[in-house]
């Protein structure tokens, strides 16, 4: 459950897919997003998490996530910093791994009105375009670290021209709580 100590976003990813994780050298996209604080800032919940979104920087898409982690008996408040970059149509969240922050966790990220989705890269298929040499990177245990993305790079994630790269029927969707 190494994705509970870094952003909730990843809890269900774990047990979604079961196999490595897919890491970047750098947070993913090509340019950051404008934020409008309103439609991000506020507590967020799924059926079993609630996570608070603070706005850190409008212009350079930077959130702040908090939760509270309870371990062993003990509850501890968490948070970790999100980069939103754009790439086309879509927005990816990449934040940096606690263990290793010259790597970034990431994936697709929504939000539509009063609900933030999620969606997680599926390791395998990304495996499998490293290996082919559409993707730079490199695999290492089971987990995929992808070099540095130029734009064809992202227009290949972002297409389905090697079919869909994600977790996509099983996002991660998060409600905001309140008006």
Known sequence: MKYLKYMLFWIMAVTISGCGF???TQPIGERPILIETSDWEGTWINEDQFITINVQDETKGLLQISWIEKKLG???LESCKVHLLESGDWIFA???DKDNPEQYLWGRIKQDGRQVIFWVPDSEKFKTLVEEGKLPG?????NVLLGNLTSEH???IT????GILFEWDEPIVFRRKGD
């Open 159 to 162: 297409s389905e021209a090697t």
């Open 22 to 24: 897919v890491y970047t």
């Open 138 to 142: 490199k695999i290492e245990d089971n």
């Open 154 to 156: 992202l227009k290949l």
């Open 94 to 96: 990449s934040i940096p």
């Open 74 to 76: 003990q509850v501890k």
